[in-house]
């Protein structure tokens, strides 16, 4: 049996993840410090996780979902273009990716909380 190359955390890829840990937007250290209280509900996230050349916010294995925070520079009509290719490779992955403004995030915290909640909940009952 051919054994799958693997697509996760890639080694060149290391720098950059530990630098962007180190360096989280505001919104993203916001989410990440609610992120983490859902581990008592077995939900665990890892931030600035790589999968294959791409690195995403959060990353949840058991449910293969991805959060994604997204600044500004999202609505450019060239990122638009590059986030929908890259949100297209992932999900022929079988990922999930929620996407969240910065501003929705600090606004509704509690509404993204019980979305990604309800994402998780759905896919335990399948």
């Keep these: 049996m051919k054994r799958r190359p693997p697509i996760h955390n890639l080694k060149p890829l290391t720098s950059n993840r530990k630098y962007l840990r180190k ?24 931030r600035q996780h790589s999968i294959k050349d791409y690195i995403v916010d959060f990353y949840c294995s058991k449910h293969k979902l991805i959060i994604e925070v997204d600044g500004n520079y999202h609505d450019e009509p060239e990122q638009m273009e590059r986030d929908e290719i890259r949100d297209s490779r992932l999900a022929s992955m079988g990922l999930t990716i929620l996407r969240y403004e910065n501003q929705y995030v600090f606004g509704e915290l509690q509404h993204v909380m019980d979305d990604i909640k309800r994402y998780c909940e759905i896919k335990e009952d399948i």
């Design 23 to 46: 360096n989280l937007t505001p919104a993203e250290a916001y989410l990440w410090t609610q992120l983490k209280t859902l581990s008592d509900l077995n939900i665990k996230f890892r």
